[in-house]
């Protein structure tokens, strides 16, 4: 493959990407949580519905950001009403994060609309190469992540749905939606 092919195909997969995560997630945020949601708090709605619940300072490690940052986001989610605090009884100043019925209800909702989408923009291409298309998108995705080492964030976008068909199962500790932080702790009581 020569360069010129190569360096076209790195500019779709950008504008693919920017248009998948920045575009539509923004659009759907503006349309159905404008002003009281952002993308950072979006994101750990997320990942509370692929795999969670996990502790504040998990979600911070996931997100690369800070415990500070991380706690004030999931204090908006809390009074907006989209997850839950638990206190974790071996240490009374650690905080179990999940997901509520409205967050996961939120959640489902993007989902069903992001699939429309995709489905709108798939109908011009026939079942066989919508299926060839498929093929060659999970081997380019498999041979893109398998270079990289920091992929909790790309794997948790996976939703779950991938499954048994992801690549990234047979690479332990890549994969959260199936080698999940193994928790030694018992919550005890909601905050509201």
């Keep these: 493959m020569n360069s010129e092919t190569t360096r076209q195909i790195a500019e779709y997969n950008r504008i693919l990407s920017q248009l998948l995560y920045d575009v539509i997630e923004n659009n759907y945020l503006s ?11 979006f994101t750990i709605l997320k990942i509370l519905s692929v795999s969670g ?17 991380a706690s004030k986001n999931i204090e908006k989610l809390v009074r907006t009403k989209l997850v839950r605090r638990k206190i974790i009884r071996e240490d009374r100043r650690t905080m179990e994060v999940s997901l509520a019925e409205s967050g996961a209800s939120f959640v489902n909702d ?62 332990e500790d890549r994969c959260r939606s199936y080698f999940r932080i193994n928790r030694q702790y018992t919550t005890i009581e909601e905050e509201d």
Aim: with cysteine; hydrophobic share 35%; aromatic share 6%.
């Design 53 to 69: 619940p996990y502790t504040v300072s998990e979600i911070a490690d996931i997100l690369h950001i800070s415990r500070a940052a």
């Design 31 to 41: 349309e159905h949580a404008s002003g009281y949601l952002s993308k950072t708090q």
């Design 110 to 171: 993007y989902e069903k609309a992001r699939i429309k989408k995709q489905q709108t923009a798939l109908s011009h291409f026939s079942e066989d190469e919508k299926l060839k298309f498929l093929e060659l998108l999970r081997e380019y995705v498999k041979n893109c992540v398998l270079q990289e080492k920091n992929i909790d964030i790309i794997c948790l976008q996976c939703n779950g749905i991938i499954k048994e068909d992801c690549s990234l199962t047979d690479e």
